[in-house]
């Protein structure tokens, strides 16, 4: 087991935030976390990287206890927090110059590949939203670590442009299996990329299901107009319609 989350609790002065919290992601596993808004998906995420510590319960990594350890997963935040001062390149490279020497070659590949290529050289200003995710989320993939919690990852991308990167990270993991932890506001999205999905109640946050997903792959769009998928969209929906006073 990579991840291991055992009944974890976190509160902020008087909200309560995760009551107990049991997950856990496998080697070479896509996992999605999909819950109302506010039901703390990000604040998880922030425990598993280190930002914050858990009041009770254990995270571990590879069954080591990483309370407060960072640099241990590739973690893309959900506000994408790019450096003004530095150009897309010296973002991109960014994990990579903390651990050694960084691969400008891979990095300019990457960016190439998710249509950054000549905007290098461009600082955090000149970027879109959309952009400013796309480079935070190389920046992820170059850290090497086994373990990628990406919070809502594609969230400012137009309808055409996130199908297009949802396609090609499933061709990179694919490619490289590493584990993804993977935070979404979309059943669509999550049922089209994971292998099981963790629906989360509104706060106090709990698990409310688990729901193993069990589309062949490689995927693709076909996948949207499938009985089953549908199917399942619908289970997954009326499962989180419960929660939904927060929104969702
Ligand atoms: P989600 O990502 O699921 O939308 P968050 O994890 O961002 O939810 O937030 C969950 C709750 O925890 C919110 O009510 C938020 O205001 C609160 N919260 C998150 N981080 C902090 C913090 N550092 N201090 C105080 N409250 C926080
Ligand atoms: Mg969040």
């Known amino acids: 087991m990579l991840l291991t989350i055992e ?37 998880l995420f922030n425990l598993i990287g280190g930002i914050i510590e858990p009041d009770e319960g ?6 080591k206890i990483i309370h407060g350890e960072r640099g241990l997963i590739g973690y893309m935040p ?7 001062w530095r150009t897309v390149l010296e973002n991109v490279v960014l994990v990579q110059e903390l651990s050694g020497k960084p691969n400008i ?39 090497k670590q086994n373990l990628l919690c990406l919070d809502e990852p594609f ?8 199908i297009n990167m949802q396609k090609w990270l499933l061709s990179v993991w ?12 979309s059943i669509e999205e999550a049922l089209f990329l994971a292998d099981r999905i963790y629906i989360l109640t509104k706060r106090p ?11 062949k792959r490689p995927r693709d769009e076909s996948l949207f107009n499938n009985e089953e998928f549908f199917h399942m969209k619908q289970e997954i929906f009326n499962l989180l319609k419960d929660e939904l006073d927060e929104g969702l």
């Open 205 to 215: 946050t709990m698990v409310k299901e688990e729901i193993i997903v069990p589309f």
């Open 7 to 43: 009944q974890v609790k976190k509160q902020f002065a008087e909200t309560e935030v995760l009551r107990d919290i049991s997950l856990h992601v496998e080697e070479g596993e896509f996992v999605a976390l999909l819950g109302p808004s506010g039901s703390g998906k990000s604040t």
């Open 174 to 185: 694919e490619a490289n299996r590493k584990s993804i932890l993977f935070v979404t506001h």
């Open 58 to 63: 254990t995270i571990s990594l590879n069954n």
């Open 105 to 143: 070659q891979e990095a300019k590949e990457w960016l190439k590949k998710v249509g950054l290529e000549e905007f290098e050289n461009a600082y955090p200003i000149e970027l879109s939203g959309g952009m400013k995710q796309r480079v935070a989320f190389i920046r992820a993939m170059l850290s």
């Open 155 to 162: 969230s400012a991308l137009d309808e055409f442009t996130r």
């Open 78 to 84: 959900q506000q994408p927090s790019l450096f003004p």
